[in-house]
């Protein structure tokens, strides 16, 4: 599982209140896309998705505080797909 952290929102600000998700565990969301809206003591803030994956869980409901570095969206690990080399060590074997 992925853990996509609470970003560094910048001012020396240190937390932030969740607002509104955009998202809900089990939507798939690609880089870029608005994940969550927090506000800071300046502004509201859209969070995008770091990367592409599946919600997994979401840390916190809105009305929230979430401090800078704190977990807030885990993603599903994606399995890596093992490509086969062209040939294994046994067809060497039988070939030679």
């Known amino acids: 599982m992925k853990i996509f952290k609470l970003p560094d929102l910048g001012e020396g600000l240190q937390e932030a209140e969740i607002v509104k998700w955009h998202v809900k565990v089990g939507d798939e969301v690609k880089p870029d896309a608005p994940m969550v809206s927090v506000e800071t003591a300046k502004a509201v803030v859209e969070i ?18 979430a401090h800078i570095g704190a977990p807030l969206v885990a993603f599903e690990a994606r399995a890596t797909r093992r490509i086969p080399a062209p040939w294994s060590a046994r067809s060497k074997r039988a070939a030679g």
Do not use: E, R, S
């Open 48 to 65: 995008p998705a770091p990367y592409p994956g599946k919600v997994a869980k979401l840390f916190g409901n809105p009305g929230d505080i």
